[in-house]
C-alpha cells in the first residue's frame, strides 16, 4: 500500500472539507493508496504522540457542505518555526522540519497534500526542497494568490459580505445613517470590491487603493439632502487613507506571526467627524462570519475539482507544485511561482472599471 497525508493549515476557510473529500474519493479509486490526515496542519506529526487519522469514504461521508476543517488548522508556528517556551516564561521558535520528515518516513507515507494559502505553501516549498514528495492546494478566502483564477472560500465570503450590505441598506436607510461594513481580505480587496457592487454600496475602500478622507466625505454627503439620506460605506481591513498606515492589533498568541488587522471602519468614522461630516455614523465588522458556515455550491464544485486534479499530480508524480484554476483547466504550477507574487487589485481590473460606472466612490 501507498500512503498518501493531508494537513490544512491557514485560516480555516469554506471548502476545506471539500476537498478533502474529493481527494479521499479520488484515491479510493486507486486501489493500492490509503489517505491518512493530520490534525492541526503538521501539528499531529510533530505532536508526541503524534495525531494522525484515517481518511475514508465513510469518514468524509457529507462534509462537503460543512465549513471548517474535520482536520482542524493553525495560523501558528508550523514545522519551520516551532514555539517552544523558555524556561523565563518567553517563547522562541526552533526548526523541526528534519524530525518532521524522519517521523514522515517512519510512518512510510509516500506523499503529502498541504491544502493552505501563501504561508503554507511556503513551508511546502521548503519541505519540498528537502525531498518531500508534496502536491499544494491553493486555500485563502482572500482570493489573493496570482497563480491562480480563483481560491475556494473567496465567494462563499463574498457571499456573506454582500449579505450584510443588504441587511445594512434597510437599518441605514431607516435611521438616515452611514454605515461601515469591514471585511476581510488582508492587503487585497477583492471581497470589498465584490461585495461593494453585488450589494449597490455607495463608497468602497480597499487597500490596494490609499483613500482621500475628502473624496470619501464628498460622496457620502452627495447621499444627504438636509438630514435626509443614507449610504452604505464596505472598507476592507487593511485599507488606510493616503499617507496613512494600516490599522492593526498586536497579537502574543505564541508562534502568531501575521498582523492582526481590525479597525479601520471606527478609524474611518473618527477620519469623517474630523473631516467635518455631520451625518450619523456606525460601523460592522463582519470578521471571521466571513470564514464560517456551509461553502456556497460554487466553492464545492471548485474544491471537489482542486480535490481531484491534487491527488491526479500525486499519481503522477508531479510534486513540488500546486493546483491552480486557469479558465477552463486545472494546471499545476510550480510552489516558487505560485508565491512570488500577490494577486492584488489593479487601477485598470474591469471590477473597478464597473464600480466606478456604477457611481461607486473609492475614496479617490
Ligand atoms: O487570510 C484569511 C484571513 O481571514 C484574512 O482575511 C484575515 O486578516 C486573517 O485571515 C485573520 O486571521 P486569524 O485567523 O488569525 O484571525
Given amino acids: 500500500m501507498k500512503r498518501l497525508l493531508i494537513a490544512t493549515g491557514g485560516g480555516d476557510c469554506p ?11 479520488r484515491a479510493s479509486q486507486e486501489k493500492e493508496w490509503e489517505v491518512l490526515g493530520s490534525i492541526q496542519a503538521f501539528n499531529g506529526v510533530l505532536w508526541e504522540p503524534t495525531e494522525i487519522v484515517e481518511l475514508d469514504n465513510k469518514k468524509v461521508a457529507g462534509i462537503h457542505f460543512q465549513g471548517g476543517t474535520i482536520l482542524e488548522t493553525t495560523n501558528k508556528g508550523g514545522p519551520f518555526a516551532w514555539p517552544v517556551k523558555n524556561k523565563d516564561g518567553s517563547w522562541s521558535t526552533v526548526d523541526m522540519s528534519d524530525e518532521m520528515i524522519r517521523k514522515l518516513q517512519y510512518m512510510h507515507i509516500d506523499a503529502v497534500i498541504n491544502i493552505g494559502g501563501d504561508g503554507s505553501q511556503s513551508i511546502s516549498q521548503k519541505l519540498y526542497e528537502k525531498g518531500l514528495n508534496i502536491v ?5 478566502i482572500d ?29 441605514a436607510a431607516s435611521h438616515n445613517r452611514v454605515f461601515m461594513l469591514e471585511v476581510m481580505g488582508r492587503n487585497a480587496g477583492w471581497i470589498a470590491l465584490n461585495a461593494a457592487v453585488a450589494g449597490g454600496a455607495e463608497v468602497c475602500l480597499i487597500p490596494e487603493f490609499p483613500y482621500d ?5 464628498e460622496a457620502l454627503e ?21 499617507g496613512g498606515e494600516l490599522v492593526y492589533q498586536e497579537n502574543d498568541e505564541p508562534g502568531y506571526r501575521n498582523k492582526q488587522l481590525g479597525g479601520i471602519a471606527r478609524q474611518l468614522m473618527k477620519e469623517l467627524r474630523e473631516a467635518g461630516f455631520e451625518h450619523d455614523m456606525r460601523e460592522t465588522v463582519l470578521g ?27 499519481l503522477n508524480g508531479e510534486f513540488g507544485k500546486m493546483v491552480a484554476y486557469r479558465h477552463p483547466d486545472f494546471i499545476s504550477v510550480p510552489f516558487k511561482k505560485a508565491i512570488t507574487r500577490p494577486n492584488l487589485v489593479t487601477a485598470n481590473n474591469a471590477l473597478v472599471k464597473t464600480a466606478e460606472g456604477l457611481g461607486i466612490s473609492l475614496g479617490l
Fill in 136 to 140: 499544494g492546494v491553493p486555500k485563502t
Fill in 222 to 242: 452627495k447621499r444627504f439632502h438636509y438630514n435626509r439620506g443614507f449610504a452604505v460605506v464596505v472598507v476592507a481591513e487593511g485599507a488606510h487613507r493616503q
Fill in 143 to 171: 482570493n489573493d494568490l496570482s497563480a491562480t483564477d480563483s481560491t475556494f472560500g473567496f465567494q462563499t465570503a463574498v457571499q456573506i459580505a454582500t449579505e450584510a450590505v443588504d441587511k445594512l441598506v434597510t437599518t
Fill in 213 to 217: 478622507i475628502q473624496k470619501v466625505k
Fill in 288 to 314: 471571521h462570519l466571513q470564514r464560517g458556515g456551509v461553502p456556497i455550491a460554487y466553492d464545492r464544485v471548485l474544491s471537489a475539482q482542486f480535490g481531484v486534479k491534487a491527488f491526479e499530480m500525486v
Fill in 15 to 25: 471548502g476545506l472539507n471539500a476537498v478533502i473529500r474529493a481527494i479521499v474519493h
